[in-house]
């Protein structure tokens, strides 16, 4: 469970004025087309990874759960582990979502290049009784968590369309979209012990980058 984000276990005490979640999701105007076609089969990879890690992320949360509550402490690898795993998500949603035509990091790898980039700062010591008492806390979160997949592919398929249309997507579906992948984010960060502030849909240390000016021939929406 090696990770590879250092600056994600470093003590809060080094970066009092840093938020423990940070996300930047790309916003980009014009996508490849071809690249879009063929998401559909291209995203086969990223979703067997994204199984087969979420079940390991499970496991790591339970085991984190019981350790926070008698330390009040992350242990460093764990929390490096479930960190990877949000970013992971994030790059993939925005990815899949046509956000980005940047290619997903199988290792989370919190690089710009990979698309949307989050940071999360581990805490110098965690309030025992939210961690403890997390599930019920979280029980609002976890039923929209249980519709999120439904909006996804919505999105997705709506997108999908749009993008091999038009080449890009319109403002207002990128502002759906980069809502969705930053509530996403959140939640997962929330439901994984990684937080523990209650999820909402962007906070003001959020970043998006500015759209590029349109292409000749294309009026943005």
Do not use: C
């Not at 690898?77 to 979502?97: D, G, I, K, P, T």
């Not at 997507?169 to 994984?192: C, D, E, F, H, K």
Request: hydrophobic residues 50%; neutral net charge; charged residues 20%.
């Amino acid at each position: 469970m090696n990770g590879t984000d250092e600056s994600a276990v470093q003590p809060s005490i080094e970066h009092p004025d840093r938020p423990v979640l940070n996300i930047r999701l790309p916003n980009k105007l014009g996508q490849n087309r071809l690249i879009t076609f063929f998401k559909p089969i291209i995203m086969i990879p990223w979703l067997v990874w994204y199984t087969l890690w979420n079940i390991g992320v499970l496991i790591i949360t339970v085991l984190a759960w019981f350790v926070l509550v008698f330390t009040a402490r992350w242990p460093a690898e764990y929390f490096r582990f479930s960190a990877s795993f949000v970013r992971f998500e994030a790059q993939y949603n925005s990815w899949l979502l046509n956000l980005t035509d940047a290619w997903p990091s199988f290792s989370g790898r919190p690089d710009d290049q990979f698309g949307a980039t989050i940071d999360i700062r581990r805490k110098d010591a965690y309030v025992r009784w939210k961690v403890g008492f997390r599930l019920i806390l979280a029980i609002p979160w976890l039923i929209v968590a249980n519709f999120l997949p439904y909006g996804v592919a919505l999105l997705w398929f709506v997108s999908w369309w749009v993008v091999l249309f038009l080449g890009r997507q319109p403002s207002w579906l990128r502002q759906m979209t980069t809502l969705l992948v930053g509530v996403n984010t959140r939640i997962s960060a929330y439901i994984y012990l990684l937080v523990e502030e209650y999820p909402r849909p962007h906070g003001e240390d959020d970043e998006f980058e500015p759209s590029p000016v349109p292409r000749p021939g294309f009026e943005q929406l």
